[in-house]
């Protein structure tokens, strides 16, 4: 019985305390402006609103066309697309992304699709991430609000990065009629109806979100319509 009570009350313990050092590795790790902008022809980009409400412009970041890909240097969080690869239907998006140095703490890169409304207020788009610890995430923005859908979740599919903070990692979205699927290195992480996702929709823009403060090459990226 004392054993049970010692073990709740260290796991109650923990739960505060792991949260307050995120929260101060995440205040020891300010966004840093880094010039350039968006060289990459036919992209744009979003600012996450946080970053828009410190003042800080998409000329932060560093979006460029390089080899037979891109290269995103950040600065702030922000999303980036192209009006070409919006989708609907059925229809995958993919890319592979080498994260290239390590951040101070695990800050997350990957796809998003569904997007509408990027330039205003009323923005909405669902995203796919995963980071150098090797977890992934699958959010929804709405505006200002993010609705968490599969919060942090460590999977075999994905690449840690190494001692130099290098990792590469192909992230693909899969949408069918009645599902989405999410795929890491080739293997399905999660499937997830349209229900499960509370009808968000999935039509939309395509693009890739990076967060910030990270250093990331995104090469192979591609829209493939029908099954």
């Known amino acids: 019985m004392r054993k049970t009570i010692l073990t709740l009350a260290l796991v109650a313990t923990a739960s505060p305390l792991m949260a307050q050092a995120t929260q ?23 600012l996450d609103p946080q970053a828009e409400r410190r003042g800080m412009k998409l000329d932060d970041a560093k979006f460029v ?26 229809f995958t998006v993919s890319a ?30 669902l995203y796919f991430e995963t980071r150098g610890d090797g977890k992934y995430l699958v959010n929804h923005r709405a505006g200002n609000e993010v609705h968490k859908i ?12 190494d001692a130099n903070g290098k990792a590469t990692n192909e992230l693909a979205i899969r949408v069918s009629a ?28 395509t693009g890739i979100r990076v967060n910030h403060n990270l250093d990331v090459h995104v090469d192979k990226f591609q829209v493939k319509h029908g099954k």
């Open 65 to 90: 066309a390089m080899g037979s890909g891109y290269h995103v240097t950040s600065g702030p969080a922000a999303i980036y697309w192209n009006p070409k690869d919006a989708a609907k239907g059925n």
């Open 150 to 161: 599969v919060d942090w979740t460590d999977t075999d599919a994905t690449n840690k990065a």
């Open 178 to 205: 009645d599902s989405v699927d999410f795929l890491a290195n080739g293997k399905l992480v999660k499937a997830l109806s349209k229900a499960e996702m509370h009808n968000f929709v999935s039509d939309g823009q």
């Open 96 to 125: 592979s992304f080498t994260q290239t140095k390590a951040p101070m703490h695990p800050e997350a890169y990957g796809l998003f699709v569904g997007g509408q409304n990027l330039t205003d207020s009323s923005q909405s788009y």
């Open 24 to 46: 101060q590795a995440k205040d020891n790790d300010p966004t840093h402006k880094v010039a350039g902008g968006i060289s990459a022809a036919g992209w744009q980009g979003r």
